[in-house]
Antibody, heavy 120, light 107 residues
Framework: QVQLQESGPGLVKPSQTLSLTCTVS??????????WTWIRQPAGKGLEWIGR???????NYNPSLKSRVTISVDTSKNQFSLRLSSVTAADTAVYYC????????????WGQGTLVTVSS | DVQMTQSPSSVSASVGDRVTITCRAS??????LAWFQQKPGKAPKLLIY???SLQSGVPSRFSGSGSGTDFTLTISSLQPEDFATYYC?????????FGQGTRLEMK
């Protein structure tokens, strides 16, 4: 059973960079045909797709965030990461990592989510 | 971006009721549509993919239909554990986008 777990600071100051890591267990991040994705959800609001990475390193980003987002993968640690620069209060949200199955074209496994608050 | 519009935004129903939620895409997305269930404080859970394929382990009372721009999620007989928020998601084009959610509440 694949499991994903987000980790990283829960509080980030405005204008700084948010950094999160997702650790994948129960299977290799390189096995199968999957994209590894970040999605966020502000409190009481809907879901926003941030971007994804394939283990080849190919990435796709939401154009609304593209100038500030970097997603990377470390196959040796079975992890992938999110960096979001120049954060503001609008970036306060629960951040989820998820696996996207190429076959199903959607997200079949999710982490539990981690709340990141942007505040001084 | 493809806009996904769900209706209703909220619905009240009772255990045993049949409930239908609709999702409309701003442009054709073929069958690249998924449905998720989310409970408070939890991650979304995949219910349906490819518009009508039931995810493994999901009860058969959940079903999906539609293609192009109009889609539905139906719960044939509501159970107590089904009260949650439901989201549709399109993966036809980038960026992937979600509907605004439908809150299913107990009457």
């Amino acid at each position: 059973q694949v499991q994903l777990q987000e980790s990283g600071p829960g509080l980030v100051k405005p204008s700084q960079t948010l950094s999160l890591t997702c650790t994948v267990s129960g299977g290799s991040i390189t096995s199968g045909s999957y994209f590894w994705t970040w999605i966020r959800q502000p409190a009481g609001k809907g879901l926003e797709w941030i971007g994804r990475i394939y283990t080849s390193g190919d990435t796709n980003y939401n154009p609304s965030l593209k100038s500030r987002v970097t997603i990377s993968v470390d196959t040796s640690k079975n992890q992938f990461s999110l960096r979001l620069s120049s954060v503001t209060a609008a970036d306060t949200a629960v951040y989820y990592c998820a696996r996207e199955s190429v076959e199903m074209a959607t997200h079949d496994y999710w982490g539990q989510g981690t709340l990141v608050t942007v505040s001084s | 971006d493809v806009q996904m519009t769900q209706s209703p935004s909220s619905v009240s129903a009772s255990v045993g009721d049949r409930v239908t939620i609709t999702c409309r895409a701003s442009q054709g997305i073929s069958s690249w549509l998924a449905w998720f269930q989310q409970k408070p404080g939890k991650a979304p859970k995949l219910l349906i993919y490819d518009a009508s394929s039931l995810q493994s382990g999901v009860p058969s009372r959940f079903s999906g239909s539609g293609s192009g721009t109009d889609f539905t999620l139906t719960i044939s007989s509501l159970q107590p554990e089904d009260f949650a928020t439901y989201y549709c998601q399109q993966s036809s084009s980038f960026p992937v986008t979600f509907g605004q959610g439908t809150r299913l509440e107990m009457k």
